[in-house]
C-alpha cells in the first residue's frame, strides 16, 4: 500500500473530528467543506480554468476562457438529460472548451513570437487520432480558421476525412504514418485541389515510392522528413524517440534523402523538417532537449543548401491529468506558456547562432487541445462490500469456541485494548478458515465470525479516527474498510487508458461537495472482467488507489469521469457488447451567464447496433427466438398471448441502450 492510500483516508477521518470539534455555523462550514473537496478532487488544478467547485457544491464549468463569468452548473445539466430521457452513461462534450483551447494554442504562440521578435510564423495542425469524432474535427476546423490552423493524418482514412474537411488555403495538412502508394496518390490528389500537404517520410523506402510517383503524375509534392532524434521523452511514450523508435529517418538517411531528391532534381521539395518524441512529455527538459537538438539538424541542414521553413516539433504538450504539477506519468511540471516560450526562443537562439532564417513552426498538439471538452457521466448503482452483509450472531448452544472468542473480543472493546484486539481477530479469523478446511466449523459459525469480524473492524475505526498517534498497522484499516462502488459504464469504452496504461483520470462527485464524503471507494464497472474497475485517483503525492466520496442515500449519486475528450473518446472497445455512449454538446447562451441548452443529442448504440458489428443480424435473432416460443405455445407450455408479449419484450430489448437501466 502507497503511503498516499492513508492520506484520502486520513483525510476522511480528520475531517470527521475537525467539523465536529469546531462547530461552525452552517455557512461557514458548508464553505469549508468546499474548500476541502477542492484539496481531495484538485478540480481547479486540473481544470484548467474550465471546471471547479461551485458555492453550491455542484461541479461548474466555464467554457469559455476569456469569458469568466459563464458558469455552468453541471448537476443541473445533469437533471435537464434526465428531464429530457437521455439515459446514462452519457457523453457530457463542451463545444466552447475545444474553441477555447484552440484559440488559446494559437494565440500563445502568436504573441510569443511577437515578443521574441521571432520572424517566422505559427502554423498548428490538429493530429485527427486524438478525436477522430466528426463534429470535433468540424469545431476544431471552424475554431482554427481565422489561424490557420490545419489538420495531420496519420493514416488513409484518417487523410480522406482531412481532405474533405481541411479546406483552408492557408492552413496546411500535414502527413505522418507508414504509406503505400495509395495513400501517397491521394496525397498528390490534395495539392491538385490545391491543399498544403506536407508528406512527411517516416521511412527511407517511402522516398522512393514518393519519387517515382510524382514523377509519372508530374506532381512536386512538399516533403517533410521526420527525424529520429537522440533525446528521449519522458513518460509512457518515451520509446517514440531515440536510435529504436519506429518511426523516421537517422541522421545519415537525411543526408542520404537529400542526396537522392537532388539527383532527382527535386530538392526545392525539401521544406520541413518533423520530429515526434512521444505524448504526454512529463518533463520539460526533454521539450528544451529536443528544441535544442532539432534547431541544431535545422540550421545545419539549412546551411547544406536544403531550402528548409518550416520545423514540425510534433505532439506531446502534456495534461496535468492528477492535478500534481510534477514529473508523474499523469501529470507534468510546465504549463503551455511556458511550453511555448521554449520553442520559439529556442529556436531564435540557434538559428540566430547558427545564422539561418527563423522557420515558421508547425505543432501537431492533440491531447492538450481536446482531453479537458468531454467527460463521461454516470451513475453509482450501488455499494459492494463484506461488511455490508448482515447476519444473526447470537450465541448459539454448543458453538464453536472461535465463535465465542470473537464474540467476547467485540463485547470487550475500547479505546485501551483496540490494538490487540486488532491483531486477534486477525488470527481468529485465520484459525476459522482452518477449522472450516478441517470440517469441524458450519456454514453459520462462519458466517457468524464474518460479520463479527467486520464489525470489530469498524468500530476500530471509529476509535482510531480520534487518536493523535496512530500505529502503522492500524493505518491499514480505512483501506481494508474501503467499499466498491458500482457504476453504470465499462472501463473498457470509457476509460481505456485507465485499464490499459494505469493512466488517472479525475473522478469527481458531479454534486454534494458541499457534504463530507464518508466514504473510501474505488470503482468497479458493469462488465462481467475483474479488470474493469478504476483504482488510480488523485492522490496527495502518488495515486491513490481509493478515492473519498459520499454514502449511497435515495438520490441518484452521478459522478463525473473527466477529461476524457483525448484519446479515451475514440479508443473504447466494446467489451461484453457495450456500446457507445449517449452523447449531449452543450453549448452556453451569450446573453446569460449562467444559462446553456442541448445543442445536440447523439445516439449512442443500441443492443442491434453493437450486434450487427459481430455479424449477427437482429432481425433473424427475433425469428429464431419466435420459432423456439411458438414451440412452447405447441406444446402449451406458454399461452399464445403471453408468447406475443415474450416476442415483443425482446424485440424491444433489442432497440434498447447496450446499459443498465
Ligand atoms: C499522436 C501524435 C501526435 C499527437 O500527440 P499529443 O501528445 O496527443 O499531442 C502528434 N504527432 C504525431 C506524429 C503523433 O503520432
Known amino acids: 500500500m502507497s503511503p498516499n492510500n492513508l492520506s484520502n483516508a486520513e483525510a476522511i477521518s480528520a475531517e470527521a473530528v475537525n467539523v465536529d470539534a469546531i462547530k461552525q455555523s452552517d455557512s461557514t462550514k458548508q464553505a469549508l467543506q468546499i474548500e476541502d473537496a477542492e484539496k481531495t478532487y484538485r478540480v481547479k488544478r486540473w481544470g484548467n480554468g474550465y471546471f471547479a467547485v461551485g458555492q453550491s457544491g455542484d461541479i461548474e464549468v466555464t467554457p469559455r476562457y476569456d469569458q469568466?463569468?459563464?458558469?455552468?452548473?453541471?448537476?443541473?445539466?445533469?437533471?435537464?438529460?434526465?428531464?429530457?430521457?437521455?439515459?446514462?452513461p452519457a457523453v457530457i462534450r463542451f463545444h466552447d472548451i475545444l474553441r477555447s483551447q484552440v484559440e488559446r494554442l494559437n494565440r500563445t504562440f502568436r504573441t510569443t513570437i511577437e515578443e521574441a521578435d521571432y520572424e517566422g510564423r505559427y502554423l498548428g495542425v490538429f493530429p485527427v487520432k486524438v478525436n477522430q469524432m466528426r463534429e470535433v474535427i468540424?469545431?476544431?476546423?471552424?475554431?482554427?480558421?481565422?489561424?490557420?490552423?490545419?489538420?495531420?493524418?496519420?493514416?488513409?482514412?484518417?487523410l480522406i476525412a482531412a481532405l474533405a474537411y481541411n479546406t483552408n488555403k492557408h492552413s496546411l495538412t500535414i502527413l505522418n504514418g507508414y504509406k503505400d502508394e495509395e495513400y501517397l496518390r491521394l496525397a498528390l490528389m490534395g495539392l491538385k485541389i490545391n491543399r498544403n500537404i506536407v508528406i512527411v517520410i517516416e521511412k527511407f523506402s517511402e522516398l522512393t515510392k514518393l519519387i517515382s510517383l510524382s514523377k509519372s503524375l508530374k506532381?512536386?509534392?512538399?516533403?517533410?522528413?521526420?527525424?529520429?532524434?537522440?533525446?528521449?521523452?519522458?513518460?509512457?511514450?518515451?520509446?517514440?524517440?531515440?536510435?529504436?523508435?519506429?518511426?523516421?529517418?537517422s541522421i545519415a538517411e537525411i543526408l542520404k534523402a537529400v542526396e537522392l531528391l537532388e539527383k532527382e532534381g527535386m530538392t526545392e521539395a525539401i521544406k520541413l523538417l518533423h520530429f515526434h518524441i512521444g505524448s504526454q512529455l512529463t518533463d520539460i527538459r526533454a521539450i528544451k532537449e529536443a528544441v535544442q537538438e532539432s534547431s541544431l539538424i535545422y540550421s545545419r541542414l539549412v546551411k547544406l543548401g536544403v531550402p528548409l521553413e518550416y520545423v514540425d516539433v510534433g505532439g506531446g504538450l502534456a495534461i496535468d491529468y492528477d492535478?500534481?504539477?510534477?514529473?508523474?506519468?499523469?501529470?507534468?511540471?510546465?504549463?503551455?506558456?511556458?511550453?511555448?516560450?521554449?520553442?520559439?526562443?529556442?529556436?531564435?537562439?540557434?538559428?540566430?547562432?547558427?545564422?539561418?532564417?527563423?522557420?515558421?513552426?508547425?505543432?501537431?498538439?492533440?491531447?492538450?487541445?481536446?482531453?479537458?471538452?468531454?467527460c463521461v457521466v454516470t451513475k453509482v448503482i450501488g455499494e459492494i462490500h463484506p461488511r455490508s452483509a448482515t447476519y444473526n450472531t447470537?450465541?448459539?448452544?454448543?458453538?464453536?469456541?472461535?465463535?465465542?472468542?470473537?464474540?467476547?473480543?467485540?463485547?470487550?472493546?475500547?479505546?485501551?485494548?483496540?490494538?490487540?484486539?486488532?491483531?486477534?481477530?486477525?488470527?481468529?479469523?485465520?484459525?476459522?478458515?482452518?477449522?472450516?478446511?478441517?470440517?469441524?466449523?458450519?456454514?453459520?459459525?462462519?458466517?457468524?465470525?464474518?460479520?463479527?469480524?467486520?464489525?470489530?473492524?469498524?468500530?476500530?475505526?471509529?476509535?482510531?479516527?480520534?487518536?493523535?498517534?496512530?500505529?502503522?498497522?492500524?493505518?491499514?484499516?480505512?483501506?481494508?474498510?474501503?467499499?466498491?462502488?458500482?457504476?453504470?459504464?465499462?472501463?473498457?469504452?470509457?476509460?481505456?487508458?485507465?485499464?490499459?496504461?494505469?493512466?488517472?483520470?479525475p473522478i469527481v462527485p458531479i454534486s454534494r461537495l458541499d457534504e463530507k464524503p464518508t466514504k473510501l471507494c474505488s470503482l468497479v464497472d458493469i462488465t462481467c472482467d475483474s479488470d474493469g474497475k478504476i483504482d488510480h485517483f488523485i492522490g496527495d503525492d502518488v495515486v491513490a488507489s481509493n478515492i473519498p466520496m459520499h454514502a449511497l442515500n435515495d438520490d441518484d449519486y452521478f459522478i463525473g469521469i473527466?477529461?476524457?475528450?483525448?484519446?479515451?473518446?475514440?479508443?473504447?472497445?466494446?467489451?461484453?457488447?457495450?456500446?457507445?455512449?449517449?452523447?449531449?454538446?452543450?453549448?452556453?447562451?451569450d446573453d446569460d451567464p449562467k444559462d446553456f441548452y442541448i445543442e445536440e443529442v447523439v445516439k449512442g448504440s443500441s443492443v442491434k447496433d453493437v450486434l450487427s458489428t459481430m455479424q449477427y443480424t437482429p432481425e433473424i435473432l427475433a425469428q429464431m427466438v419466435k420459432k423456439e416460443i411458438d414451440e412452447q405455445i405447441r406444446r402449451g407450455k406458454i399461452k399464445p398471448r403471453e408468447g406475443v408479449n415474450w416476442i415483443d419484450f425482446y424485440e424491444d430489448c433489442l432497440g434498447d441502450y447496450t446499459y443498465l437501466k
Open 323 to 374: 492535478g500534481s504539477q510534477s514529473t508523474s506519468d499523469s501529470s507534468c511540471n510546465y504549463n503551455l506558456e511556458e511550453y511555448i516560450s521554449d520553442i520559439v526562443y529556442g529556436f531564435k537562439q540557434t538559428s540566430d547562432l547558427e545564422g539561418v532564417n527563423h522557420p515558421h513552426i508547425v505543432s501537431e498538439s492533440g491531447r492538450a487541445m481536446t482531453a479537458h471538452h468531454s
Open 68 to 88: 469568466p463569468d459563464l458558469r455552468i452548473n453541471m448537476k443541473e445539466v445533469v437533471d435537464e438529460m434526465v428531464a429530457e430521457g437521455i439515459e446514462f
Open 562 to 589: 473527466f477529461l476524457t475528450g483525448a484519446y479515451q473518446d475514440v479508443m473504447g472497445d466494446m467489451h461484453n457488447l457495450f456500446g457507445r455512449l449517449n452523447e449531449v454538446h452543450i453549448v452556453s447562451y
Open 219 to 249: 506532381i512536386m509534392p512538399v516533403i517533410g522528413l521526420r527525424v529520429k532524434m537522440m533525446v528521449k521523452g519522458r513518460g509512457k511514450w518515451e520509446s517514440s524517440s531515440g536510435e529504436r523508435a519506429k518511426f523516421g529517418l
Open 394 to 505: 447470537k450465541k448459539a448452544t454448543g458453538e464453536h469456541i472461535i465463535v465465542t472468542n470473537i464474540r467476547d473480543i467485540e463485547k470487550d472493546l475500547s479505546e485501551d485494548n483496540y490494538q490487540e484486539a486488532y491483531n486477534d481477530i486477525a488470527q481468529l479469523k485465520e484459525q476459522a478458515l482452518q477449522a472450516f478446511k478441517l470440517g469441524i466449523m458450519s456454514l453459520e459459525e462462519m458466517a457468524k465470525i464474518e460479520v463479527i469480524y467486520w464489525r470489530i473492524l469498524e468500530t476500530i475505526n471509529t476509535l482510531v479516527a480520534g487518536q493523535e498517534f496512530i500505529p502503522e498497522e492500524l493505518k491499514e484499516i480505512p483501506e481494508m474498510l474501503s467499499s466498491q462502488y458500482l457504476a453504470n459504464f465499462s472501463v473498457f469504452q470509457s476509460a481505456a487508458d485507465s485499464w490499459a496504461i494505469d493512466q488517472v483520470l
Open 138 to 158: 468540424e469545431e476544431i476546423v471552424d475554431a482554427g480558421n481565422r489561424f490557420n490552423y490545419g489538420l495531420e493524418a496519420g493514416s488513409k482514412p484518417e
